[in-house]
Structures are given as structure tokens and as C-alpha cells.
């Protein structure tokens, strides 16, 4: 069983920051890929940041180089630093990881940016 834990949402004004926190338990190994994924109300859910297989990262284009993925491996612990936060960025933030029989979501954390 695996199960995702995210923290650190909140309320920022634009251009403010904010660092999600999404914490895996279970049978983890550092090759599956974990990532955020965001839900905006009447929108589909989105890819904000991914860890691939090949370690690489990949960002939606909207975040480029706002927002900064990243893994601690030895806590399975993935981070996503959100910086000059713009009003639509606000969302429910939902951390997944890829298992080989399955993808797991976390239960999600609220982000809301303020003008």
C-alpha cells in the first residue's frame, strides 16, 4: 500500500511564495516518478511538474521557471517550490506517484493567490 501526503498550501497574494510538500510511504523506490498535478474549479486536472523515469523534470509552461520540483530521496519526500505566484495558479496541488501496477494521488492541498 502507498499512500501521498501533501502539505503547505494556503492563501499568498501574487507574486508571493508558497512550498507544497508531498510525502510517500510504502514500498517506494527512487525510480518511481512522482509529480504535481493541479485542479483549478470547472478545469481539468493539469501537470504542473514530473519526475520522469530518466530522472529528468518536466514543467508545464505556465510554471517555467517559477516553480522548482524537487525529491528527497532518502525521506520520499517531493517538493515544489512556487514562487511569483500569479491569481491562476490557484488550485487544489495533488502529488502522484507511478507504480508499476498503478498511479497513486494524494488528497490534495488547496493553493488560493489573492490579487
Known amino acids: 500500500q502507498v499512500q501521498l501526503v501533501e502539505s503547505g498550501g494556503g492563501l499568498v497574494q501574487a507574486g508571493g511564495s508558497l512550498r507544497l510538500s508531498c510525502a510517500a510511504s510504502g514500498s517506494i523506490f527512487s525510480v518511481n516518478p512522482m509529480g504535481w498535478y493541479r485542479q483549478a474549479p470547472g478545469k481539468r486536472r493539469e501537470l504542473v511538474a514530473a519526475?520522469?523515469?530518466?530522472?529528468?523534470?518536466n514543467y508545464a509552461a505556465c510554471v517555467k521557471g517559477r516553480f522548482t520540483n524537487s525529491r528527497d530521496s532518502t525521506t520520499n519526500t517531493v517538493y515544489l517550490q512556487m514562487n511569483s505566484l500569479k491569481t491562476e495558479d490557484k488550485a487544489v496541488y495533488y502529488c502522484?506517484?507511478?507504480?508499476?501496477?498503478?498511479?497513486?494521488w494524494g488528497q490534495g492541498t488547496q493553493v488560493t493567490v489573492s490579487s
Open positions: 502522484n506517484i507511478g507504480m508499476s501496477w498503478r498511479t497513486y
Open positions: 519526475f520522469t523515469r530518466g530522472g529528468g523534470i
